[in-house]
Every structure is written in C-alpha cells, then in structure tokens.
C-alpha cells in the first residue's frame, strides 16, 4: 500500500526515523497500557473532541482521514507542515511528521472555533515536548468523535521532576524495627494469629520488621537509592503525579495567554485529562499475577470482603495520600463506632429491662388513677384520659432513663477519643508512608481567576494607553473585585436559611392543620391515631424537602464560590466546604432542633392557647414529653437520608450518567472499529471523572453529627451508622475502582479542614446533648421531685405533680368541647407547672417551675463543665504523636547523617585521590628548579587544604578542600552540565 505524502514532503533522512507502531498491535490492544511500541508505559492521556459539524452533508464527512502521528521528543530536526495541513506556513511541532491518507474531514474546511483548539492543542503539546515528555498521537484523525493523545514519562523526566517535587524515595540503607518482648510480644503475637482470617491477602505488600530509609530524590545520589528498575521504581501513581504536575504548568503563551491542563479542560480545548488505571479490574488467570487494581477489586471493593480490613497501604498506592487518607480516617471512624454501638445498645437494653418497674409510667398506666386530661383541640376534641397514652409513656422511657445521661457523657468522651486516636493514626501513616517533612505543593492560579485577571489587566492597559502611560503590572485581583461575589453570598445564604426555616415552618403548619381535621372526624379510630399519622408523616415530608434541599444547596455552593473567585484549588475548596456544610447543617437539623427545643414551648394553656392564622393552636408535645418524637424524627431521617443517598444518589445516578455517556458517545463517534477489543483509555474514559471527595466526607460528617449531637434522645444511633459504614465503605471502594477514572495522586498530611469541622462539631454536641437532657427529656423534673417534693424520696406521685388544674368554666366561648361525652367535669389537667384556679395567682408559674427551670440551667452548666474537664485529661493524657513513632524519627535522622557523611567522607576522599595522582603526574613530567622559587614535588603530599601554592612562578596551583553536608546533600550547581532543550521548561 502505497502512502500519499499529502501535508508536507518527508527528506530521506526523515524517513529513517522509527515509526511509532499502530495502536492496535498485539500486546497494546491486550494491555492498552504502553505506547504502539510496546515498552513505553502511558503515563496520562488527554482527550479532546471533533465536534459533528451541521454543514457537514456528504456520507464522504463521517469518513476518517487516515493520518500517522510520530512524535518524539526532540531527537531530530523540526519539520514545516504546508499550507494545506496547517493553514500558515509556520513549523510544526517539533519533532512531529505527518502522513496524511485521503482527504481531511472528507474535504470540509474546519470552522474558526476548531482552528483556534487544534492550535492551541498544537502549541500545549509542542511545550510537553520540549518538556522532556514523549507523546503519541491516535493513528486516525477522525472526521468527528473521540481523539486521544497519550503521553509517556521517560526516565530523564522522570529524575528531574522528582526532584523539583521533593518525592521521597527508598534508600539502600534499612534498619530493624524495635519489636516488643516479653508479655506485649506474645500478646501481639496472639492478635495477629486472630486477626489473620480478617486481613487482606495482599502478596505483594510488605509487613516485614525492617524498613527502608527514605530521602527527598536527588539526582546527584542515584548510587544511594535501591533502584533495581527505571521502570518501576517510581510507580504508576507518582508518575501520573509527575506528568500531571508538567501539565499544570505548562504555558500556551502565542495562542492564549493560559497556563495548565485545568485552563485548557475549562476552555474546552481537551474534554478530559486523565492517568490510567492498571487494566481491567476482572481477574484472569494466576490469582498471583494480580494487577494492584485486581487486588484492590477482590480484597477491598466487594460486599463479601465486608468483614475485612482495609489495605490501606495499597490504597494509597494506587489512588495517592488524599484518597488513601479518607479510607483511612473513614475505617477508623467505623472502628470506633462499635464500642460506641455496644453502649448505646446496653442503654436501650436497660429502657427495655425496666420499663415495667418504672413509676412515672406505671402511674400514666393506671386507670385508677382517672387523670382527666384537657381537650386536644378546640369545640371538636373532647376531654381524655391519661392512660390512654400509656403506650407513648412506655416508648418514652426506652430513651428517657437515667442512663441516658450517663450515656450522653461517654458519648462526648467518645468524640473526644475518636479525634485524638485519629491525630495518632495520621501521625502514624504519615511516618509510614514517608510524608513527614514534606511541603505544601505550590499552586498555580485557577483558570477562572487567571480568565478575570487577565481581563482586569487589559481594560487596566486600555487604560494607560490612552494616558500614554506604560507601568502597569497587576499581579491579583483585590477585595474590589470580589465584593460584588461577598454581597451575592451575604444575601443568597440568608435566603437559603430562611428557605430553610420556611420549609420547616410549612411542615409545622401541615401538622397543626391535619392534626385539627383529623380531629374533627367523627370516626373514632381516626381520632385515636392522629398523634401516631401526623407524625410519622410530616417526618417523611421533612425527610424529602432535606433530600431535595441537599441536592440544591450542593449546586448553589457550588456556584457561590465560583463568584468568591478563589485564587487557589485548595482555597476553592476549604471555601466550597465551608458553605456546603453550613447550608447542608441547617437544611438536615431544622426539623430535629424544632422538635427539641421549640415544639410545645409557645403553645400557652387552656384558656390562653398560642394560635396560628386565628384558628389553629400552635403544637403541644405528647403527655410522655416531645423526647420520643424527637427520637422519631432523628431515627427516620437519619436512616432515609442514608439508605435513599447510598442506593439512589451514590449508586444509581452514577450509572444513568455513564449510560448517557456511553449512548451520547456511540453517536458522536464512527462506527469504525467497533468489532475489536476496546482499548484501555477507551474504557477509563467511559468511566465518570472524579469530583473530589467533599461528597464522602460531607456524607460523613452529617452522621456524625446525627451519633454526636443528639445521641441522648436515640441512644442506637451509633449502630445504624455503624451498620451504614460498613456498607459505605465497600459501596466507595466499589465506585473508586471500578466506577471512576483513576485520581491523580496528591500528596497530604492530613485531611485538611475536614478535622476543624469534626472538633468543632464535638464540642457542640456537648452544649446540646445537655440542652436536650436537661429541657427536652424530664430527667431534671424527676430529680428536683424526687429529692424536693416528694414526701417518701421516691418517684410515687410524680404525674400527679408534674400537672396542672384547669377550671372548665373559664374556656372561653366556643373553644370547650361541644358534644362532650365525658360527664360533669369541673376540673381537667394539663402539663405545667402553675398555680391552681383557686390560688391568688391563678395560672401563673408556681413555685415548682422556677425551681425545675434553675434546675436545668444549674444542670447545663455542671454538665459542660464536667465533660469539657474529662475531655482535655483525655486530650492532655493521650500524646498526639506514639511514642515509637518518636523514637524510629530520631534513628532514622540519625541514621540519614550517618549515612550522608559516610558519603561525604568517601567524596572527600575520592577527591584527595584525584589531587595526589594529579600532583604525581606533574611531578613525573616536569622537575622544578629551587632557585626560581617554585615548589618541589613532595610539598603536594603535605599541602594544607585548601590552601595554594605562590603566584612566583608557572607552575599550577593546587586545591584540596573538603565538601560541607550540605553541598553533597543539595544539588551540586558548580558541576559543569549539559544544556539541552529539555531544560528550559523547568529550572530545577
């Protein structure tokens, strides 16, 4: 088959050049991991888009134009494409040649938006190879669809980079861990044989007891490093890590003024830009031929493994620090959880165990006792008797006990211990996994802010130009330029809090409302299950206005802080968190704190009831107190919010999304090659591209939230999320491995603003774990009874004591029963603390509610104080760094000077060897005469260091000075290098 040369004329010489092997040669179409050639592993891919055209008419469009892209990285001259290929006469690429087959894009002229990109994209990888970096372009140009540049690392780049970015690599050099003895080592050694059905088979990791010193990568000490391959010695992570961090900063000075791959995504000149992952996560063949992603699919991402503990060592491996940091901090948060799941259970046991023997309720039971209590509502409701919610006494006291407050404290230990324990677990990765002493990354603006500034530049330089003036230099934008985006996020959050209480106050009108018509029915089966109806339904209302709300505020987070103009990622991002947290905290609490602290309070007393649009009372808590309602309220949305998310949101979005990609994809791509095996990039870019992981950790710290803040009014809330996390955790390893693209690796030390958010909403639960013991539930009324008011010291006659009385004749006209069936009823009782009609002060507060209120406020202030002492002894007695974590810091430093002044000293002695066969040489070639003053031969052997011999004569002068540690331990500028292309695009 012969090739038509139609873009440009190949020389002889260029035509020796090695051509790129196709694609789709044998391995590559197994593996779709290496270039054509076979040997050369992709490192990233970019992926842009020829967009179908509406004038393109003819059948000859859809028709690919069959190109060969080979391209170098500079090992030969540029070549100059011709007009027809490029449109100008400029060079090419550099290092790039074309052959062109048939017709381009079935011989339509491309519109001025394509040019621009195709320009663009030329000029961008033109810079990636003069970076070092060697790219490989798809055999075909299509006339439309999916194009992919894949882009490979070689081991020059790899070096230098490394060393710019301070990675921290493997030496030679290892040293023994310290092991236990005695007692604690048969202990550990029993442990490890239990926990040995649980853990990961990972083969390839290494538990041994010696580790490998580690140091920043310097290219002047390769000799130190233990690199048994070029190839593998950094691994896949660190590479796309390394390319990405080229990409970042690359520039496109003559076509755009842009800096960076994010710039060029945002702009639309690539659709994507990913690494790969390591193949196909189905495993064939030998178990021991595994790829990291087979194993992580098998060990870590499938239900059956729930039982398993995490390999969080190749988690980070494979997906990087960030990523293997939220693992982490996610499977000790589980961990903890069961402790936390034991208690509360034996909380509700002991409810459960004494709740035929518990007074207050046997009292709210007892028919005898003919506790006659007020009308629910006005002219429809008739009076009742107390007993009849001897059910909702009997539930109440399975949350409302006295180990309820006992169970409150340890919970807030509990969050205490859970921080501290992950500070030392970080502490101990980050020594593990070589991030001890590292540096925060430089960030390069984001495209958004860089777009703006760049805007603010030219109307700046407009400016000047008409003022003849030329000193102008912008180098950020000022609190000027985004107060405009302050006032938009003032404005819109109070809108979105207000929202927010609408919704609930709507819900609290639903109530009032169906409660009142469902009163008014005359079917008395009706009647007797308002409570039960209203309730259950006006919490699945709730349940779906904080779904939808939840979705919304995501999205408008998400466009606040675009108008925040953010310089940095990192600031884009602590930002975004901030507002999506606080918006999300009020829209799933409202409802709870409504119920806890405001439901009942403002509802008067017969005769004097609060009302809303003149009609209808405002809510009263149940006989039993509004502490099971809360317990219902928190129990429904906690498990709806979690179980709807995880199989709705997490699960089946996802996949309707890769189904749309997939369909719109087919249709915007030529059905060409659609009988072979898809390529590796083919497969990972049908994935869905990775959003970080503010989603995981919001989900998260909202449960937290539900097990920290009001676990005294649902004591088993920490063992439904603990049930939830053990399925949360397999559900995102499921989606990371095989859901979404691979991540880039980011290096962190911990996991940044998340933890601020977890210690602050652990001191907050305190403040309202005591607010909920000491108002919501009667612990506080049944102590100040008990030791103040009771005749006997005990509980007999506290409902009677805790009602008040209510003279039927002052009901005010219309408001009392009107067909009551209750008989002659002079009095009826309501639940307050006032004084009787026949006192002075007649339904005012009696002396008991002043005595209950200084109760609960003298409860609320000891239990603050209390717990907030025992949770810094717990933070002061726990160190935040282990203790052998310590010591193995100060021997591996130890151990590094050691072993770069060994080196040093082996230098300086290389060096006195060089001086001294130097001074032989001279001496053997030329004898020196006393008389003219020169030195003789043998004062070289003796000649101090670093000084040198006289200027008297022509003899040379001789230096021997030893190198400091510092000079051998940096990068050694005073030795001659070689300058070539490669250098110029990072000064390292």
């Known amino acids: 088959m012969s090739l038509k040369r139609n873009s440009m004329q190949i020389s002889p010489s260029e035509d020796k050049i090695p051509v790129v092997e196709s694609a789709s040669s044998p391995q590559a179409s197994c593996e779709g991991l290496y270039f054509g050639d076979g040997r050369r592993k992709i490192d990233y891919v970019l992926v842009f888009n020829h967009r179908r055209h509406s004038s393109i008419r003819s059948a000859s469009a859809s028709v690919s134009r069959a190109e060969l892209s080979v391209v170098s990285n500079g090992n030969f001259p540029p070549t100059a494409r011709s007009d027809a290929a490029t449109g100008r006469g400029q060079p090419a690429s550099v290092g790039e040649v074309f052959m062109e087959l048939g017709n381009a894009r079935g011989g339509e002229p491309m519109d001025v938006a394509d040019q621009e990109m195709q320009l663009i994209r030329q000029e961008f990888e033109a810079n990636l190879l003069d970076a070092g970096l060697e790219i490989e372009r798809d055999r075909e140009v299509k006339a439309h669809g999916l194009s992919f540049t894949r882009i490979h690392a070689p081991w020059p780049v790899l070096c230098r980079e490394a060393e710019f970015l301070k990675v921290k690599v493997p030496t030679k050099t290892s040293y023994e861990l310290k092991e236990e003895t005695g007692f604690g080592s048969r202990l550990s050694s029993v442990w490890r044989k239990l926990n040995q059905p649980f853990q990961p088979k990972v083969f390839h990791q290494d538990h041994g007891s010696t580790k490998f010193l580690s140091h920043c990568f310097s290219r002047e000490k390769l000799h130190l490093y233990n690199i048994t391959s070029k190839e593998t ?44 992952h390591d193949g196909d996560y189905k495993v064939v063949g030998n178990l021991e031929e595994r790829n990291d992603r087979q194993v992580l699919h098998e060990e870590w991402a499938r239900y059956s493994a729930f039982f398993k503990y995490q390999p969080i060592d190749l988690v980070r491996k494979y997906f990087g620090e960030k990523v293997g940091l939220y693992f982490a901090w996610l499977g000790v948060y589980t961990q903890l959880l069961i402790p936390a799941s034991i208690v509360g259970i034996i909380v509700f046991g002991y409810g459960v165990a004494t709740v035929d023997t518990n007074v207050p309720s046997l009292e709210m039971c007892d028919d005898r006792l003919n506790f006659t209590m007020c009308p629910l509502c006005d002219g429809a409701c008739d009076y009742w008797h107390l007993s009849n919610a001897c059910g909702t006494a009997r539930a109440s006291h399975l949350f ?111 109530r009032i409302t169906i409660s009142a018509l469902m009163a008014m029915n005359p079917d008395p089966e009706i009647k007797s299950n308002v409570r039960v109806t209203v309730t259950a339904t006006a919490v699945i209302i709730n349940l779906v206005v904080i779904l939808i709300l939840d979705e919304i505020y995501g999205y408008v987070a998400l466009r606040l802080t675009e108008l925040e103009i953010p310089k940095t990622e990192t600031d884009y991002e602590e930002r975004l968190i901030l507002k999506a947290f606080l918006l999300k905290f009020m829209n799933a609490y409202a409802p709870i704190f409504y119920v806890a602290f405001f439901k009942g309070r403002f509802a008067g007393r017969p005769g004097s009831y609060t009302y809303v649009f003149n009609n209808y009372r405002m809510e009263e808590c149940a006989p039993g107190g509004c502490l099971i309602e809360l317990c219902i309220q928190l129990s429904i949305i906690m498990l709806g919010k979690q179980l709807i998310q995880n199989n709705i949101f997490e699960i089946g979005i996802p996949k309707l999304k890769k189904l749309f990609r997939s369909l ?60 939830n996390n053990v399925i949360e955790i397999r559900l995102d390893a499921k989606k990371f491995v095989t859901e979404l693209r691979r991540p880039v690796a980011v290096r962190a030390k911990d996991i940044g603003i998340w933890y601020n958010i977890l210690s602050g909403m652990g001191k907050l639960s305190v403040i309202i774990n005591a607010f909920v013991i000491s108002f919501t539930s009667d612990f506080v009324p049944r102590l100040v009874y008990q030791y103040m ?200």
């Open 233 to 276: 010695f950094f691994d896949n992570a660190t590479r796309g890590r390394i390319v990405y961090e080229i990409l970042r900063r690359t520039v496109c000075v003559r076509t755009c003024q842009t800096i960076g791959i994010s710039t060029l995504i945002a702009k639309g000149v690539y659709d994507a830009a990913f690494p790969l």
């Open 664 to 723: 719109r994809d087919k249709k915007s791509t030529p059905k060409e090659r659609d009988e072979e095996k898809p390529h590796q990039w083919n497969l990972d870019y049908a994935l869905a591209p990775f959003e970080g992981l503010t989603p995981e950790y919001m989900e998260m710290i909202i449960q937290f939230g539900f097990v920290s803040l009001f676990v005294a009014s649902f004591p088993l809330a920490p063992l439904f999320a603990l049930l």
């Open 400 to 510: 409302d006990n006295p180990a309820t407050v006992f169970f409150a404290i340890f919970m807030s230990l509990w969050a205490v211990l859970f921080l501290e324990h992950w500070k030392r677990r970080q502490i101990s990765l980050s020594f593990s996994w070589d991030l001890t002493g590292i540096e925060d990354d430089e960030e390069h603006p984001r495209p958004r802010y860089e777009t703006i500034l760049l805007h603010k530049r030219q109307k700046k330089l407009e400016k000047m130009q008409k003022k003849k003036k030329n000193e102008v230099t912008i180098e950020k934008l000022t609190w000027k330029d985004r107060l405009p985006g302050y006032l938009v996020n003032i404005s819109s959050i109070l809108f979105m809090f207000g929202l927010t209480c609408s919704a609930v106050f709507s819900v609290i009108i639903y």
């Open 789 to 988: 008011f009771s005749p006997t010291g005990t509980m007999d006659g506290f409902i009677n004591h805790t009602l008040s009385y209510f003279n039927v004749s002052d009901f005010k006209p219309g408001k009392a029963p009107l067909n009551s069936q209750a008989g002659d009823i002079t009095f009826c009782r309501y639940k307050d603390y006032r004084e009787p009609p026949w006192s002075s002060d007649s339904y005012q507060f009696s002396k008991q509610y002043w005595c209950v209120l200084s109760a609960r406020l003298a409860f609320v202030i000891l239990f603050q104080n209390l717990v907030m002492f025992l949770s810094l002894m717990v933070a002061w007695v726990i160190p935040d760094v282990p203790k052998t974590i310590v010591e193995q810091l100060k021997r591996e430093k130890k151990l590094l000077v050691n072993l770069f002044l060994q080196e040093e000293k082996e230098k300086f002695q290389l060096i006195q060897s060089f001086f001294v066969k130097d001074a032989t040489l001279q001496s053997d070639s030329q004898v020196p005469n006393p008389s003219q003053g020169l030195p003789l031969p043998g004062r070289y052997s003796t000649l101090p260091i670093g000084q040198t011999a006289g200027d008297g004569g022509g003899g040379p002068r001789a230096r021997c000075r030893a190198a400091s540690f510092s000079q051998f331990s940096g990068d050694l500028s005073s030795l001659p290098r070689k300058e070539n292309s490669n250098s110029k695009h990072t000064a390292v």
